[in-house]
Structures are given as structure tokens and as C-alpha cells.
């Protein structure tokens, strides 16, 4: 079966750019997914990517894709407080797997004024 | 447009005893879900359904059991609750699979313990 994996905890200061990390382990073509769940909420869909992409900017995240590697990357350009919160990584395969959402634990993402 | 609406927010249960959480969506999204979180995990994936009247296994089914005669709910329900069912149980919808580029919308979530 897949695997998600992510950091647990990253801070960064206010104004800084955050990276969050995440590794997979299914080969085939996918769908990966940035979710963002703030205290008390549900997640909320930030930004996705096929797998035959590398690089997908969207205002203040970019989300880089290295295949080879099986690795993903959020970054959050200028953070602000009202960034901090949990990240989820999250994968969706094709085929049998295609109803289901792989997600990682979740990166705590602290803002520090 | 209210999205995805779980209820109730909170509960405590007895173990042994029974309890339905609730989920409605007004997107008329044929795809539905529930997940459970709990503390420093990711989402498993309880149930699905693809449409009224067709649901099927996720990744965590044991202990409960779900149905669904309208498009727009989708109820959970534990029979015989034990401790180690006690969870954030999310609910979500989307308009279609989950192998797309189309979101899952989240509810905000029922706090279940379970003593």
C-alpha cells in the first residue's frame, strides 16, 4: 500500500517563507494534494498537482514536485500569522485505489510574530 | 450555501451505547465520505459513497455502519461504542472521485468521546 509521510511541526517567523515537506510512495499516476486545517475546522483544499507536472504557483504557494524522489513541496511565500496552522499532504491513486484519499499525519506550521 | 453540515459537534457516550452522527451537504455532490482523526494522525477513511443507495468500505470500517438514502445525507452510525472509537469524525462531499482535480469539502467536524 502507499504511504504519505510529512514532518510534524515547522515554525518559521512572521514574513519568512515556509517549506513543508512530504514524501510518498506510490509510482503510478497520481493526484497530490495540499490541505490546510485550522484549529477547530475541517480541511480545506489549498492547491493540487498531477504527477506529470513539476512546479505549480498559485499567488503565495508554489508546490514543487520531484518524481524521481517521490518528494513534495509546499512553500508559502511572505507567512502570516493567519497561515499558522496543521498541513496535510494527501494522495489519490488511479484505479482501484481512485476512491480513496492518502493522507499524511499533518505539519504543524507555527507563526511567530 | 451552508456547504457540509455535521451534527453535533460534541458528544459524550457511554460504552455500549449507540449514537448516529450526522452529515448533510447542499452541493448535490454524488461522492460522500467519513473519516476519523485522531491526535497526531492523519485521515482514515471509514466509509464512502459514490451515490444514494451505494456506500462501501474505507480503510477503517469496524464498528460502524452507514447508509445512504439521499443524496444529500450521510449518516454514521456506532453501534456498540467503545473507547478506542473516540476520534474527530469528519464528514465530506465531492462532486467527483477523489483521482481528480475537484476538492473534497469538509464539515467542521464531530468531537466523540467515548468513556
Known amino acids: 500500500g502507499e504511504d504519505v509521510e510529512q514532518s510534524l511541526f515547522l515554525s518559521v517567523r512572521e514574513g519568512d517563507s515556509s517549506v513543508i515537506n512530504c514524501t510518498y510512495t506510490?509510482?503510478?499516476?497520481?493526484?497530490l494534494y495540499w490541505y490546510k486545517q485550522e484549529p477547530g475546522a475541517g480541511l480545506q483544499l489549498l492547491t493540487y498537482?498531477?504527477?506529470?507536472?513539476d512546479m505549480k504557483q498559485d499567488q503565495r504557494l508554489t508546490v514543487l514536485l520531484n518524481k524521481k524522489d517521490k518528494h513534495l513541496s509546499l512553500r508559502i511565500a511572505d507567512t502570516q500569522t493567519g497561515d499558522s496552522a496543521i498541513y496535510f499532504c494527501a494522495e489519490s491513486m488511479s484505479g482501484a485505489g481512485s476512491y480513496q484519499l492518502t493522507f499524511g499525519k499533518g505539519t504543524k506550521l507555527s507563526v511567530i510574530p | 450555501n451552508a456547504g457540509v453540515t455535521q451534527t453535533p459537534k460534541f458528544h459524550i457516550l457511554k460504552i455500549g451505547q449507540s449514537m448516529t452522527l450526522q452529515c448533510t451537504q447542499d452541493m448535490n455532490h454524488n461522492y460522500m465520505y467519513w473519516y476519523r482523526q485522531d491526535p497526531g494522525m492523519g485521515l482514515k477513511l471509514i466509509y464512502y459513497s459514490v451515490g444514494a443507495g451505494i456506500t462501501d468500505k474505507g480503510e477503517v470500517p469496524n464498528g460502524y455502519n452507514v447508509s445512504r438514502s439521499t443524496t444529500e445525507d450521510f449518516p454514521l452510525r456506532l453501534e456498540l461504542a467503545a473507547p478506542s472509537q473516540t476520534s474527530v469524525y469528519f464528514c465530506a462531499s465531492s462532486y467527483s472521485s477523489p483521482y481528480s482535480n475537484q476538492p473534497q469539502h469538509f464539515g467542521d467536524g464531530t468531537r466523540l468521546s467515548i468513556l
Open positions: 498537482i498531477f504527477s506529470n507536472m
Open positions: 506510490d509510482s503510478s499516476s497520481t493526484y
